[in-house]
Nanobody, 119 residues
Framework: QVQLVESGGGLVQPGGSLRLSCAAS????????MGWYRQAPGKQRELVAV???????DYLDSVKGRFTISRDNAKNTMYLQMSSLKPEDTAVYYC?????????????WGQGTQVTVSS
């Protein structure tokens, strides 16, 4: 069983910064794709940033230039550096990972971390 644990959310003023972390644990053989999603109240979950299976990164248009996704493969940990935060970035942020473990193919989600941007 692969588990993902997010951390780093909180309350921040507009224009501020936060860094989210997502640590994967379990008998992981490989992580093929890993990304961050968010869901605001009353809205559908949307992809914010992702490492694709091809090794490239992609971002939601509204966060380009403000958010940066990174990962430490040795630690099976992914990060999302968020800068110039806006109230519309307020949401629960989830990490997702797709890969192979000792149990076969996995597609795991974290429990989510709340990000609130407000003055």
């Amino acid at each position: 069983q692969v588990q993902l644990v997010e951390s780093g959310g909180g309350l921040v003023q507009p224009g501020g910064s936060l860094r989210l972390s997502c640590a994967a644990s379990g008998s992981i053989f490989s992580i093929n794709a890993m990304g961050w999603y968010r869901q605001a109240p009353g809205k559908q979950r949307e992809l914010v940033a992702v490492f694709t299976s091809g090794g490239t990164t992609d971002y939601l248009d509204s966060v380009k230039g403000r958010f940066t996704i990174s990962r430490d493969n040795a630690k099976n940990t992914m990060y999302l550096q968020m800068s110039s935060l806006k109230p519309e970035d307020t949401a629960v942020y989830y990490c997702n990972a797709l890969g192979y473990s000792s149990s076969g193919l996995f597609n795991s989600w974290g429990q989510g971390t709340q990000v609130t941007v407000s003055s």
